[in-house]
């Protein structure tokens, strides 16, 4: 019989995602067939599932973890911000529709039943359920209706683990005073707490520990010292991207710098990942109010939930400047979806699929034109860097159609199919396909053609021992034992 545990935050970013996957790759490891799953997540990283649909970034990382290809069913509801205060509601995969925040709380406890049904057919599938709930089940001013948190515990009758960051301090305020703001059976379906992001000797929170204890009655299933290397996994926010620091090189020369504007909406910016990870490349995040650095090599344009907004904002910002007197000194531009799409001449969303509907002319360096449609285009692919012949694959998750005369010099070949745009001059390139700079040969022809020097990095590699060192750290400060025996078999499966 499945059992299942929901690991709950104090607040957002308390470590709630990483939790789970450590866990789920460290109870994978001692042979049982371990599932992650997110009622409800808010995040503008996606990932393409083998079933052909769409869940945040962050479950596939835990899908990973447990040895397993994600589903739609690990997160049934995905909130994707986007112009206008609006999200597009992608639910079991599929985009719904777009909703305010105003309207998606009339709307959410409708969606409870599919939720719940996407939860039982995982765990149907599954010996334990990690469950990751969503922001603080502390905001009870959204209590109401809540399907991500304590409303969807309670609907699937499950035990909750509430995770408290000591890093951001107050961590002692933070679990006392959620354990206060609960309704009494709320508090009831705590089976203790971790603390989470401990810089030193955890042994000096013993005094935190005790008085915790005596203020709420729960149990520490442990202290989590900080893990330095978090940052190598995807992360769902953009507020998580900032400037690397300049490094030297392995071959002890000054790093390429590639930039990237960070604009309101970006999005799938785990993209670029794996050039943050390249030991020869300084990956600069440029926020508003700053200039493009006038010395990068490389300008990527990332992907982005909002084109039109956020090429309003890239001009706004005198972006568009830096980067076409970037390209007159002879530099690189590379657009990834949304990007290829602000390279263009002209951008339509005559239905304002994305927010307000418009038209805007867009950067003119690549030959094509794009018309934003309602039906989304989603799945993974495979093919060839035609440049270098190099195989790489990835996914595509766009609404976009893009026609024009750049179509006629293509940046890939995709099994059947051409894909992207390479500007005359060769200089500027786009296509919509996310991911394929995790493709190591690709990835290193691409930094070799703007004078990197060769790298050994092994990405899908790389992240697969990081999950290991994960999970080796949550095994020597968390009791594993203590938290598998707090997880129980949810309502769903009580009958089977």
Known sequence: MS????????????????????????????????????????????????DGGEIGRAQALQAR????????????VLLKPQAGHTAQIVLCGKVLRAASAREYRTLAP????????????????????????AGSPAEINLRAGDIANMGFAEAADMPVALVGDVDRGGVIA????????????????????????????????????TAIEERTGLPCFGVVPWFAEAHLFPAED?????????????????????AVPVLPYIANFDDLDPLRAEPGIELIFVRPGYPLPGDAVLVILAGSKATLADLATLRREGWDIDILAHHRRGGHVLGICGGYQMLGGVIADPNGIEGVAGTAAGLGLLDIDTVLGSEKRLGEVSGVDIVSGTPLRGYEMHLGVT?????????????RRPEGAVSADGRTTGCYLHGLFASDSFRRNFLARLGAAPSGL???AMIDDTLDRLANHLTASLDLDALLAAARPPLLTKAA
């Open 403 to 415: 026609n024009g005369n750049g179509l006629a010099r293509p940046m890939l070949q995709l099994q």
């Open 174 to 209: 933070q679990l006392v005073g959620t354990h206060a703001l609960l309704s009494a059976a709320e508090r009831g379906r705590l089976a203790g707490y971790i603390v989470n992001k401990f810089r030193g000797d955890p042994r000096l929170f013993d005094d935190g520990i």
């Open 110 to 133: 409708s969606l409870m039943p599919m939720v719940l049904s996407a939860f039982g057919r995982i765990a149907a599938d599954a010996d334990l359920v990690l469950v990751e709930g």
């Open 238 to 258: 953009s507020m998580a991207l900032s400037a690397s620091t300049p490094t030297q090189s392995r071959s002890g020369t000054s790093p390429l710098k590639i």
């Open 65 to 76: 973890a447990c040895g397993i290809a994600p589903r739609t069913d690990m997160n049934p």
């Open 458 to 460: 092994a990405y899908d």
């Open 3 to 50: 059992r299942a545990l929901m690991i709950q935050g104090t607040g957002s970013d308390v470590g709630k995602s990483l939790i789970v996957a450590g866990l789920g790759r460290a109870f994978t490891r001692r042979g049982l067939k371990v599932r992650p799953f997110k009622p409800q997540n808010m995040s503008n990283n996606a990932a393409v599932t083998e």
